[in-house]
């Protein structure tokens, strides 16, 4: 098989706009004639079936929450990013390219991190006139900040709950479709698998959570919304609902998944407090630009945060400030991530559990004075009083990486369309723009920018080629069959009656993929997680236990079957990371560090983009390479000295 | 801790439900609400008996989706999300309530699961600004005071779990409605529709069977993100200046 990006030929700048003319159009009135599926009402996906809807094409969208406003987009705090240059200090388009694909450590292409950084412009005048209410100066203008480590105010914000102002932008303007009839909208309602005909996307199978009903949904295409997939490890800063079974799914029907071991993990979370632990939560990184993250020079057991003050200075470790002189405590998510677990490692962490290490404001409040501590982040020091009980003016917060986003996804072209013909994946779905690590307030700008800017043009081409009369009803035998296999496996997975719960398998996975495919990995230690990872399968299918019936609202059967995927695509990535013995971005292999210990790439030998082909039941998948060439960008090892 | 639990079982909305009384043993004061109940779901699925059906989802306190009525206030006893409520808020040895949302606009799925759909048909019926993606002029084209945009923003925090209307005796959805309608009337980006919106809002709500406002203020009492009821004034104010202005009425009274 060989993978064509399509990225146009042409000097950088011009790519996408040359594209965008040679794109073949619909004309308006045939675009009623063409039946598009969205799955997923996030960022991606509403913003998608919103714009779609409104160039006059029938949309049909799903999610599996009770309404389309609870994707998790919406729990994003710090902002979005946008070369808008307002602030005139130096930021452009050409700047938020290179910092992008630099950040994502030159594992990206740059012709769709270009486009990227080109349309982020238009996604702020979209939100503003949508009523979007950003932060604004008291000149009525809007205001930036600088986020994450970027040497330019290019970041646009709505207090601490961005995500949820883009969201709530995005819903309206899905509303709006709504009322206008273009778009139906199936809310409590889970994709199951996707029919493809003759090698094109014909439709979806899908599950009525309320009553159980399975059902087919035919279209000219399908766009998977569905989000990213960091559940895998259990914990993780995802909502609970999050998932990976439409993208899975896809997977087995001939979608190439790719680099599936890509995952951010983030350093600021509040730590795990026992085994009731049910998820993760962040609190914005914006805290280490006051906070100083340190832990004790000796190894104290059980160091209680208010025990903390009782550690003399001479015999604290500020190690991200003894290590990184330049960057101090905003070295970037990966790197203050290992550093935390080193630290740990070394049984120097702090708390009850030993995983955890301090991140201290008395310096910042006796500098500051705690009033203006308490403008910049009386929130978030709200929260993790009403989490912890603890509370951070009188003592240091206690903080510990966690899984946070996946750059891995499905392999999409410079179009966003998958290998299949006809099926797309939008926004964090897709394996596209971020390389081995994501840009802090990037993930709504590519959410966003899938969604309104790139497939309405694109998907234009695809449906004005294959002509409205290209379509494949529901009375297809295909989509019989695909019912069949989606009652089957939910007959099979009730029928088990073991004795294991659905969240102990979850958990198990979790830890395995911790341990073995998290902050730092090694072969041996992947090797142990594959072999671990098929025991794991196969005394899931025989000693589940999922009660109920398939008929009725039934959470345990929604989650053992979005399990059963997790645990698939567990060796899926614990085999990409294998494969990939270099260190980049997210992904550290400890065999390839420099002598002082950072990560090491490889140039030579993993320039590409992996992109794995599934070839059956417990056989192994198939690699292949989208090598990835540098024209503009001239690639260099990361330092944070 | 322990903890004695009476929760509203129901199967389906069909069927009539009742309270059932668990032991929640061995609870730590460090559980989130939702832990101690997914704690006791493993135990009850142990034991062959079905797990209690709740809504969640990104236990982060912002998705508006956790929705439980406990010891008779919507999210329990702090003004927070249901997700965000520790079980160190409750003393060892009490006995705790747990039912759904009660109002007749938000039908019993199952359990503690109840239909919030009626949020959004109100949304549908104007709860937004009609552009069409692209073609909107640049973002710092519109100059909007600092003060106008935070009030915006004030309103527009709300998360539609619908703790507002399970507080209210009336189960009135004034708050939920007021938010939207109040963001939008004070943004210059709103005011073009501003009468036809406050109007189909409030027709929707109406049709949808929330009761009406008597002002006890319940709604901003509970709300776990703090909506003041000024929106309900503001709305109020929008709907009766609609009501005597929009062009529905003119033509209407020259027919």
């Known amino acids: 098989m060989k993978l064509e990006s399509k990225v146009p030929e ?16 619909v004309n308006p009135a045939n675009k009623r004639k063409y039946d598009v599926i969205v799955v997923g009402t996030g960022l991606a996906g509403a913003s998608a079936a919103a714009s779609l809807g409104e160039l006059g094409y029938n949309v049909k969208a799903f999610c599996f929450q009770d309404s389309p406003r609870r ?46 950084a080109e349309v982020s412009v238009n996604i702020i005048d979209q939100c503003v006139a949508q009523g979007v209410p950003f932060a604004r100066e008291y000149g009525g203008l809007l205001a930036n900040r600088s986020f994450g480590g970027a040497q330019v105010s290019r970041t646009f914000y709505a207090r601490g709950q961005t995500g949820q102002q883009l969201l709530l932008g995005a819903y309206s303007a899905l509303n709006r479709q709504i009322a206008n009839g273009k778009v139906k909208m199936y809310t409590r309602t889970e994709m199951l698998d996707v029919v493809v005909v003759d090698g094109k996307t014909r439709g979806i199978i899908t599950r009525d959570l309320v009553t159980g009903k399975i059902e087919s949904h035919s279209g000219h295409a399908v766009l998977l919304c569905t989000g990213g997939y960091g559940n895998v490890f259990y914990l993780s800063t995802n909502a609970k609902g999050s998932n990976v079974t439409a993208s899975w799914r896809a997977h087995k029907k001939g979608a190439l998944f790719g680099n599936p071991c890509f995952t951010q993990i983030h350093p600021t ?54 290590k990184y002189p330049s960057f101090g405590n905003l070295v970037p998510r990966d790197v203050a991530s290992r550093n935390a677990k080193m630290m740990c490692d070394e049984g120097r962490g702090v708390g009850a559990t030993g995983l955890a290490v301090f991140l201290d404001f008395s310096d910042a409040i006796k500098r500051d004075g705690r009033k203006t501590i308490e403008a910049k982040y009386g929130n978030l020091f709200d929260m993790y009083k009403q989490i912890t009980g603890d509370n951070p003016y009188e003592m240091p917060m206690m903080i510990f990486p966690a899984v946070h986003y996946t750059m891995g996804g499905l392999w999409v072209d410079y179009n966003l369309m998958t290998n299949v013909p006809g099926l797309y994946a939008l926004g964090e779905a897709n394996f596209s723009d971020h390389g081995a690590n994501r840009l802090g307030a990037s993930a709504l700008m590519q959410g966003l920018a899938d969604g309104y800017f790139v497939i309405p043009y694109t998907l234009g081409d695809y449906l ?5 009369n290209d379509k494949v009803g529901t009375d297809h035998p295909a989509f019989k069959e695909a019912i069949e296999a989606v009652n089957a496996r939910v007959n099979k997975l009730l029928s088990i009656k073991g004795k294991k719960t659905v969240d102990e398998f979850h958990r198990e996975l979790g830890l395995t993929m911790w341990e073995y495919c998290g902050m730092s990995r090694n072969e041996a230690g992947l090797k142990t997680a594959k072999k671990k990872i098929q025991e794991l399968k196969a005394e899931f299918w025989s000693n589940v236990d999922v009660l109920g019936n398939s008929n009725e609202l039934n959470m345990e059967l929604e989650k053992a079957g979005r399990v059963a995927d997790f645990i698939e695509l567990g060796e899926l990535m614990v085999d990409d990371a294998l494969n990939r013995a270099e260190s980049c971005g997210g992904h550290f292999r400890e065999e390839s560090q420099t002598p002082d210990g950072e990560a090491l790439r490889k140039d030579d030998e993993f320039t590409f983009a992996s992109a794995w082909e599934y070839k059956g039941e417990n056989q192994p998948e198939e690699l292949h390479k989208e090598e990835l060439r540098f024209e503009n960008v001239k690639l260099t090892q990361r330092s944070y000295k | 801790m322990n903890i004695t639990l009476k929760v509203w079982r129901q199967k389906n909305k069909d069927t009539k439900g009742g309270f059932k009384t668990y032991q929640a043993d061995h609870v730590s004061s460090d559980m989130s609400f939702l832990e101690m109940l997914d704690v006791l779901n493993t135990s009850l699925i142990k034991k062959g008996e079905e797990p209690i059906h709740f809504d969640h989802d990104c236990r982060e306190g912002i998705c508006g989706m956790c929705s439980l009525y406990i010891n008779g206030h919507p999210h329990g006893p702090l003004q927070t999300t249901t997700c965000q409520l520790h079980m160190r808020t409750f003393k060892d040895g009490e006995t705790i309530t747990v039912e759904p949302w009660r109002a007749k606009a938000f039908p019993i799925i199952k359990d503690l699961v109840v239909d919030r759909s009626a949020f959004d048909r109100i949304q549908q019926a104007g709860g937004y600004v009609s552009v069409n993606t692209g073609g909107v002029p640049d973002a710092n084209e519109i100059p909007i005071p600092k003060k106008i945009a935070d009030e915006a923003f004030d309103a527009a925090a709300c998360i539609g779990c619908g703790a507002c209307v399970a507080a209210c005796k009336n189960a009135s959805a004034m708050l939920f409605v007021s938010a939207k309608v109040s963001q939008l009337a004070l943004l210059p980006q709103g005011q073009a529709e501003k009468k036809e919106r406050a109007e189909k809002m409030v027709a929707q709500m109406d049709s949808e069977g929330f009761g009406s406002c008597t002002n006890t203020r319940a709604c901003e009492a509970e709300c776990p993100k703090g909506i003041s009821v000024t929106n309900i004034a503001r709305m109020n104010r929008e709907y009766f200046s609609a009501m005597m202005t929009s062009y529905e009425v003119v033509v209407g009274g020259g027919e």
């Open chain 1, 10 to 25: 042409g000097p950088l700048a011009e790519k996408w706009t040359k594209h965008k003319f040679n794109l073949k159009l």
């Open chain 1, 71 to 116: 994707a998790h987009s919406i729990a994003a705090q710090g902002g979005i990013n946008a070369a808008k240059n307002y602030q005139n200090d130096g930021d452009s388009v050409y700047r938020l390219f290179y910092d992008t694909i630099k950040g994502g450590d030159y594992r990206a292409r740059e012709g769709n991190v270009y486009r990227l």
């Open chain 1, 269 to 322: 979370c509040i730590p795990v407090s026992g085994d009731h632990q049910s998820k993760l939560t962040l609190m914005s990184e914006s805290l280490r630009n006051d906070g100083r993250v340190w832990v004790p020079k000796t190894a104290h057991k059980g160091l209680k945060a208010k025990e903390a003050a009782s550690i003399p200075e001479s015999d604290r470790d500020y190690f991200l400030e003894r």
């Open chain 1, 464 to 468: 004005a080629n294959i002509g409205w």
